[in-house]
């Protein structure tokens, strides 16, 4: 019975693809088609795979199903192989390739590409391009492979892989491609699609710069971070991602290579810029580059309490966001019912006396618990580090950042300082604490952020309004049965909806957000959205680029 019910959930589960041609339909191109590509592509065409496929019969190869176990939990290895993801969800769907399922278990395609071209060229790019546009062929575009949406892969699709194109140069005087005389030039530097952030943090500390940077460094530096808006602990102090962004390099969807920036190009530069998932493939990216920061208070809180010290301790800390973002601070806390952490930063600033004073109201509560008979403690770290590459481990290689080779799904509402002020901080908490999986609060808007105009870029407008991105999740392993899977799936969204009840007119980073959001349109672009919408049917009329939840995915 069980089993009569997970095979109904599988054959009724919905199938992940888009666009016009999906394997293996008779639209989908010959064997000698393919072949020809990989020709042009001097062997760069892959037969894409799940990367547990060689530890199954079918596939089975003992010293590549080794390599597989040992790099499993390992994202600079994931991004470099042809059919792997950071999270399992959107590299097996429901189906597990798994390297712990037993070796006579068959290893399905899931969600990964049929075909995957390593480009490592931007002429390779374009014949790769012009290959899915004369075939009509759905396809996505892999670059780190760190998405939560499943938009860099899909059931039936052709795949372009940007990990091998590599490439950091800085401009010490770079000017817009078609700009005027008049305008100034200014340090940037050109980071190509393959390029993860912590290579362009320590690059950019070489040159005695910074870069608005992801807080993860093995995201895409020049991918869906930056496309989706990209926040960074920098960004009260310079803006998102895409408030840095000059120019970018694009092949769209007609294989032309095109320059976008303010003077050629601007519908697209303006839709790149926090809608451009589904716009072609991105080549380079020209950031802005900022002086070096030489001075960071960094604050690490450990506070552990007992229990019914949590609702105190989380009202404590909500209602200290006001201060500590009107103080400078940024980064990212995680509420929990015995302890809360908290990765804190107040950069171009040693006044960590005074970074400690801001947080003063956490000791004091702690103390007053302690001194009622029930244990806390404020354990802190502070540090003012002297490079902003120290906020980033030494040796990426030997570190997996957490949900890694994982399924994990989020939720997301931007908010605004005043969501943690009066009845409302109350609320939060109660939200919080009813709220299973982990919650993560990113002060990482405000300040620089809401400077600019709302319809300045296509990122979601209450960005300009809000201070912090609130993210919950929730996650699967591989013997969840389907079933549970989707329960946890609508809670995920009841909950995000409560979530979104709570800061009306705040709308859902599209890049960590749900899934399944109801009301997506809305919820990721707000009124930018018909404007987006117009300018993707100039650039793809006939969706090969279309992805899930995407501009243009009705
Ligand atoms: C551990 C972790 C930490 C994170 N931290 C942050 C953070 O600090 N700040 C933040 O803003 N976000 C953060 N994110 C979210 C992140 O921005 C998104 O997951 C983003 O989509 C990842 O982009 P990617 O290129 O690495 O992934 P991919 O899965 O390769 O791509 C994501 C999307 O971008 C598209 N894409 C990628 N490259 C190109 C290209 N060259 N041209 C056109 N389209 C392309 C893909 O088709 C897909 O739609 C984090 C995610 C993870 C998993």
Redesign the pocket.
């Known amino acids: 019975m069980w089993s009569l019910l997970l095979q109904l959930l599988v054959s009724s589960s919905p199938v992940v693809s888009y666009g016009p041609c999906t394997y293996p339909n008779s639209c989908w191109p010959s064997a000698s088609a393919w072949s020809s590509l990989n020709r042009t592509l001097q062997g760069g065409l892959v037969r894409s795979r799940p990367p547990a496929a060689p530890c199954h019969d079918d596939f089975l190869n003992v010293t590549a199903c080794d390599e597989v176990k040992q790099n499993w939990l390992h994202e600079f290895w994931r991004s470099e192989q042809p059919g792997a ?3 399992l969800a959107w590299e097996n769907g429901d189906s597990y390739c798994n390297i712990n399922n037993p070796q006579n278990q068959t290893c399905s395609q899931g969600l990964v590409p049929i075909y995957m071209a390593q480009v490592k060229s931007t002429a390779d790019v374009q014949a790769a391009v012009v290959f899915a546009r004369d075939h009509g062929l759905s396809t ?9 949406l499943g ?2 892969s899909g059931n039936g699709t052709f795949g372009i892989q ?1 990990t091998k194109l590599s490439g950091i140069e800085f401009d010490d005087s770079f000017k817009p491609t078609g700009a005027g005389r008049n305008t100034l030039a200014q340090t940037a530097v050109h980071v190509a ?1 393959g390029e993860h952030w912590y290579y362009v943090n320590k690059a950019a500390s070489e040159h005695g710069v910074v870069v608005v940077s ?3 460094y ?3 530096a ?4 930056i ?6 602990s920098l960004s009260p102090q310079y803006g998102l ?1 895409v408030d840095n962004v000059l120019q970018f390099e ?1 092949v769209t969807p007609d294989g032309k290579l095109r320059t976008v920036n303010q003077f050629q190009n601007k519908d697209l530069f303006w839709a790149l810029r926090g809608g ?8 380079t990216v020209t950031y802005k580059t900022h002086p070096a920061i030489t001075a960071i208070s960094a604050i690490f809180i450990n506070a552990t309490f007992t229990n019914p010290s949590y609702h105190g301790f989380l009202m404590t800390a909500l209602t200290l966001q006001p201060t500590m973002a009107a103080h400078n601070f940024s980064g990212y806390m995680y509420p929990y019912p015995t302890n809360f952490l908290g990765l804190l930063f107040v950069h171009n600033s040693a006044d960590l006396a005074g970074a400690n004073a801001t947080l003063q109201p956490l000791y004091d509560f702690a103390a007053s618990e302690t001194s009622q008979g029930r244990p806390a403690q404020v354990q802190m770290l502070s540090y003012v580090l002297t490079d902003y590459t120290q906020i980033f481990p030494e040796d990426p290689s030997t570190i997996s ?4 080779g994982v399924s994990s799904i989020l939720g997301s509402r931007l908010a605004p300082v005043t969501a943690f002020e009066g009845e409302r901080a109350e609320t939060m908490a109660n939200f919080i604490e009813n709220t299973p999986g982990t919650t993560i609060l990113h002060l ?1 808007s405000g300040g620089q952020v809401s400077t600019v105009a709302e319809d300045a870029t296509a990122v979601h407008p209450s960005w300009r309004r809000a201070t912090h991105h609130i993210v919950i999740s929730a996650g699967w392993d591989t013997t969840t049965p389907l079933a549970f899977r989707d329960v946890i799936r609508q809670q995920l969204t009841n909950k995000t909806q409560e979530l979104a009840a709570l800061v009306p007119g705040f709308g859902s ?1 599209n ?2 957000a749900d899934y399944n959001e109801p009301n997506w349109k809305e919820a990721f672009w707000g009124s930018n959205y018909p404007r987006l919408k117009s300018i993707k049917a100039t650039i793809d009329p006939r969706g090969l680029f279309t ?1 899930h939840h ?1 501009v243009g995915d009705e």
């Open positions: 993801y950071q999270d996505r575009v892999k670059g780190a492979a760190h998405d939560y938009r860099s940007t699609a992801g807080a993860s093995s995201v895409g020049a991918g869906g971070w496309l989706g808006g990209g926040h960074s991602g694009i451009g998932h589904g716009f072609g493939v991105v080549t950042e957490p949900g890694i990482v980073y890049n960590e992805c995407c």
